[in-house]
């Protein structure tokens, strides 16, 4: 069955850091790009950060650059969303998705997100 | 790239035909997917390259379009279906965008 499952999750305040992680079986998953998506309390999805298949490319969402890091342990079929400075507008449930096309490098057609987790909440409070 | 859609939401009864747009501020060919979401569950892919549905989808879903104009529609709206429904875009990232989403109740 392929799956992801989030954790890590929780309460912080604003300006401490939190470590998200993504679990994902069922399929080949080094073959695959991640992304991580978030949705604030009652509004609509933001996309926040995609790894490469290898993890030699990583793209972040302006409102995110330089504060967080994706990475991702093949050998462990995990990616990883590390959250630093974070502030009360990033309180959101986090989703990790996986890209639909295998080894996609450049941008295609036929990619979307076609594998989703449950989502992990994160909530940035004093 | 700027998605929006239109309407906001609708009241529509089963068995209505129910269209929704997504207009792209740029030409993004047909580098758009369409998702499902209801209340306290993850997004569902529908369709990507802007008319394949995706596998397990019901065929009462279509999606058209390209350049800058996408429509998704239901022939005839189930129970089920009532939901928000996102589009994306996929052309040109980062960022990959999403529309503010269409929410579907029912009348």
């Known amino acids: ?126 | 790239i700027q998605l929006t859609q239109s309407p906001s939401s609708l009241s529509a009864s089963i068995g209505d035909r129910v269209t929704i747009t997504c207009r792209a501020s740029d030409d993004i060919s047909n580098y758009l997917a369409w998702y499902q979401q209801k209340p306290g569950k993850a997004p569902r892919l529908l369709i990507y390259g802007a008319s394949t549905l995706q596998s397990g989808v019901p065929p009462r879903f279509s999606g058209s379009g390209s350049g800058t104009d996408f429509t998704l529609a239901i022939s005839s709206l189930q129970p089920e279906d009532f939901a928000t429904y996102y589009c994306q875009q996929v052309n040109s990232y980062p960022p990959i965008t999403f529309g503010p989403g269409t929410k579907v109740e029912i009348k």
């Not at chain 1, 080894?103 to 989502?119: H, I, K, S, Y």
Request: hydrophobic share 35%; with cysteine.
């Open chain 1, 1 to 126: 069955q392929v799956r992801l499952v989030e954790s890590g999750g929780g309460v912080v305040q604003p300006g401490k850091s939190l470590r998200l992680s993504c679990a994902a079986s069922g399929f080949f998953f080094s073959n695959y790009g991640v992304n991580w998506v978030r949705q604030a309390p009652g509004r609509g999805l933001e996309w926040v950060a995609v790894i490469w298949y290898d993890g030699e490319n990583k793209y972040y969402a302006d409102s995110v650059k330089g504060r967080f890091t994706i990475s991702r342990d093949n050998s462990k079929n995990a990616v990883y969303l590390q959250m630093n400075s974070l502030r009360v507008d990033d309180t959101a449930l986090y989703y990790c998705a996986r890209d639909r096309l295998q080894w996609r490098e450049l941008p295609n057609p036929d990619d979307a997100f076609d594998v989703w987790g449950q989502g992990t909440m994160v909530t940035v409070s004093s």
